[in-house]
Structure formats: structure tokens, C-alpha cells
């Protein structure tokens, strides 16, 4: 596939410089046709009836392979979700922390993260983010390490094998910004969450965590997919792996959707966006002061108001997005990012 024609799968890009992946990733033709076709069908024929819900559930397996294959784990390790906070709910509830326990993050992190960190029970250690920092304030009582791979604020990566490796603690991390964004091996850490909605261009409300041992984790909100049978008290005997951290039934059109934009990401993707970024830092020198980053998120600080910054630019055909409380805006640069796109937001600028 040529840069030309993966390019010309999403029919956004013929209007508008779309730098925004790191929230919702532009949809191609192939989405949009598989999410319509599927519920063309659902509307022809129902959505209910045994081979139907069997097609749904088949059609699962399929996203949880696929999603696996990804990031280099088995299937048996990943569980379907609607987003990386309802995978960082599964992890801190599934601990079952509790205030003697404390768990270190950064901050640089999402809400998607810190909300559930928030509502874990465990004193919250909130370092720089580096991995000196992090370390040094590891106790006895650290129970884990909740981190971003790359920060969505600048796009810095933190190296989460080797602080694994020197803590000895068991380690969540939030892929929101680096899956799909770059090669990411999932059996570097102890839990992965997965955005379908960002870098990978897939449907709303489509995720995934990768889960290294589900028999160490505690399905504390189980669902109607956590079990293989149930007792009319309750009690039920939880399905083998990860698949028991299913929490929630996801549309038949909405794993179509994911699987034709995993489709479509060609092999040289990683290379090319990380290329595209780096252009941008460059063009960016002396319009606006580009704070330190990596990858393929771009994020600066404008001569003027961020946020009006934003909407100016939205007005011109360029989509990014303000970093609140930070005075940054940032640029999205995927594999489908052209030198026209970098172009446009400079001269916007």
C-alpha cells in the first residue's frame, strides 16, 4: 500500500488537517462501510435469535485475537473494553487496595487513570515523570506503578520494563497514546489498556487490557461474559484467562468496524508517523517554543492564548487540541499525516 492510497482511505483528510489521533483517530471508508453494513443487517433482521448472538460473540474472539497479535500476547491475556478507563477501573478494583497501600503514578497523567487511582482506596504517590523520580519514591508499601507509556501531554516515553525491572512492582500501564502509535510489546508489563478509538482509528467505545496473569486479578465487577455458569445465589465459576474482565457487550458494528481499521493500517505505519513528528518540530522553530517529546504527539506552547489558538485554527482546517492547565497545544501526527497537513498548521499559525 502507498502512502497515497492508505492516505486516501479517509475521506476527512481532503479538507482538513487532521492532527488529533490522541483523542479520536480519523475513520476511513472501510469503518464507516463495515459499521453501516453491520447494522444494516441488525435492522433488516433483528439483534437478537441464537445465530445472531453467536455471530457477535465469534466476532469477539476475532477483535480479542487480533487486538493480542497487536501487542505480541495471546488472546487468553486481553479482555474487551470500551475505553482505558474502564480497563484502569478493572485493574484498581480487581487489587483490592485499600489505605495502607500506596500506589505511584506521575503528574502527567489522564483522568482516564487517575479517576480510578482516585477511587482504589490506596494513598496515591504522585511523582515526576522520570524514571528517577518514580523510583525514589518507592516504599514498602507501594503495591504499584500506574503510569502512561507515552504521556499524553508531550509524548514523552517512560520506560516501564525497566522500571518493572528495578522496583520489582507490579506495573499498569496506560497505552492510550502508544498503541497503534508505536510498536508496543504487551508483555513488557503487568496490565496494558488499549484505546480502538485513538491511534488505531477504530469505532467509539472500543478497547481492550491486556491482563499478563487473570488468575491474579479479582473480577470485583463481574458481568454477564465474567462466567462459563452461575448459582442462583450468585456464585459462579469465572471463564478461563481474561475473558473475565469482559465488562460490557460491544455492538456487532463496532468490533466490524475495529477489525476493517486494523485492516487498513499498512506495515509501514510506526516509521511514518514518527517522521511526520519529527518534520513538525522542525517547521515548528521559531513560530512556536516545542516543549521536549518523542514519537508521534507534537506539543507546543503558541505566542498567543492556547485555547483560542485551537479554535483559530479549527476555523483554518487544522484540528489539534489545548492541553489544559498547561498552556500547550497538541499535534496528532499519524501514518496518514501528509506534508500538506504540517504546512497548513504552520502557516495557520
Not at 497523567?109 to 479517576?115: I, K, V
Not at 475495529?258 to 513560530?287: C, S
Not at 506534508?339 to 497548513?344: A, F, Q, T, V
Request: negative net charge; hydrophobic residues 45%.
Amino acid at each position: 500500500m502507498t502512502f497515497e492510497d492508505a492516505r486516501a482511505q479517509f475521506p476527512v483528510l481532503q479538507h482538513t488537517a487532521y492532527l488529533n489521533a490522541g483523542t479520536f483517530g480519523p475513520l476511513s471508508r472501510a469503518t464507516a462501510a463495515a459499521v453501516a453494513e453491520w447494522q444494516a443487517r441488525d435492522l433488516e433482521h433483528g439483534r437478537s435469535g441464537g445465530a445472531s448472538f453467536d455471530e457477535v460473540l465469534a466476532l469477539r474472539e476475532v477483535v480479542r485475537a487480533r487486538l493480542g497479535a497487536l501487542v505480541g500476547v495471546e488472546p487468553e491475556h486481553v479482555a474487551l473494553t470500551a475505553s482505558t478507563t474502564d480497563g484502569c477501573n478493572i485493574v484498581l478494583a480487581g487489587l483490592g487496595l485499600g489505605p495502607g497501600d500506596e500506589v505511584v503514578t506521575t503528574s502527567e497523567e489522564h483522568f482516564g487513570l487517575l479517576g480510578a487511582l482516585h477511587s482504589s482506596g490506596a494513598r496515591i504517590v504522585v511523582a515526576d515523570p522520570a524514571a528517577a523520580a518514580i523510583l525514589a519514591v518507592v516504599t514498602p508499601r507501594t503495591r504499584l506503578l500506574a503510569l502512561s507509556q507515552v504521556l499524553w501531554t508531550t509524548g514523552r516515553e517512560l520506560p516501564l520494563a525497566e522500571l518493572k525491572a528495578r522496583s520489582g512492582l507490579p506495573v499498569l500501564a496506560d497505552g492510550a497514546q502508544s498503541v497503534g502509535a508505536i510498536p508496543v510489546d504487551g508483555s513488557a508489563v503487568d496490565f496494558l489498556t488499549i484505546s480502538g478509538q485513538k491511534w488505531l482509528c477504530g469505532p467509539d467505545s472500543t478497547g481492550a487490557l491486556v491482563v499478563a496473569d487473570p488468575e491474579r486479578l479479582r473480577v470485583a465487577r463481574p458481568s454477564y461474559f465474567s462466567k462459563v455458569d452461575y448459582e442462583p445465589d450468585g456464585r459462579y465459576t469465572a471463564k478461563p484467562g481474561a475473558a473475565r474482565f469482559d465488562p460490557n457487550w460491544i455492538p456487532g458494528a463496532s468490533l466490524a468496524g475495529l477489525l476493517a481499521a486494523l485492516d487498513g493500517a499498512p506495515e509501514w505505519r510506526y516509521a511514518r508517523a514518527a517522521a511526520a513528528a519529527g518534520r513538525l518540530r522542525v517547521m515548528l522553530t521559531g513560530k512556536a517554543e516545542v516543549v521536549a517529546g518523542g514519537h508521534t504527539l507534537v506539543s507546543f506552547r503558541p505566542s498567543g492564548d492556547a485555547g483560542g489558538t485551537v479554535e483559530r485554527l479549527h476555523e483554518a482546517g487544522v484540528v489539534v487540541r489545548e492541553i489544559p492547565k498547561t498552556g500547550l497545544i497538541r499535534a496528532s501526527c499519524g501514518w496518514w499525516t501528509s506534508d500538506g497537513d504540517l504546512e497548513r498548521l504552520c502557516e495557520a499559525l
